[in-house]
């Protein structure tokens, strides 16, 4: 199976960037589409971006759209999540996933160890 270690949270002021990275290994990464989840504090783990196989297709949650974007570079063996213009409800411990699947809703068959990321007012 793929094993993805997170990196890159922290604390950052409202309005401000940060930039999370999943690095992959175990499995050949070009097999698995790839995404990021996010988990609040009292609230259900809630999907927030997944890429393809290639990196060709990109999907946002409503709530990150045109200020997130998420990408990948297969020779790294690693994805991005670039995140813009951060809100407070943006805090969360967020989650890199990989799915071994071509096509249907993107769900984590796999799953990183989560960073937190913490967004002041």
């Known amino acids: 199976q793929v094993q993805l270690v997170e990196s890159g949270g922290g604390l950052v002021q409202a309005g401000g960037s940060l930039r ?3 690095a992959a290994s ?7 589409r790839m995404g990021w989840f996010r988990q609040a504090p009292g609230k259900e783990r ?10 060709a297709n990109t999907y946002y949650a409503d709530s990150v759209k045109g200020r997130f974007t998420i990408s ?24 890199c996933a990989a799915n071994p699947r071509l096509y249907g809703p ?16």
């Not at 175990?26 to 698995?32: P, Q, S």
């Not at 213009?85 to 805090?91: Q, R």
């Open 46 to 55: 809630e999907f927030v971006a997944h890429i393809s196989r290639s990196g």
């Open 26 to 32: 175990g499995r050949t990464f070009t097999n698995y």
């Open 72 to 95: 990948r570079v297969n020779a790294k063996n690693t994805m991005y999540l670039q995140m813009n213009s951060l809100k407070p409800e943006d805090t969360a411990v967020y989650y």
């Open 20 to 22: 999370l990275s999943c």
């Open 106 to 121: 993107f769900k984590g068959d796999y799953w990183g160890q989560g960073t937190q990321v913490t967004v002041s007012s």
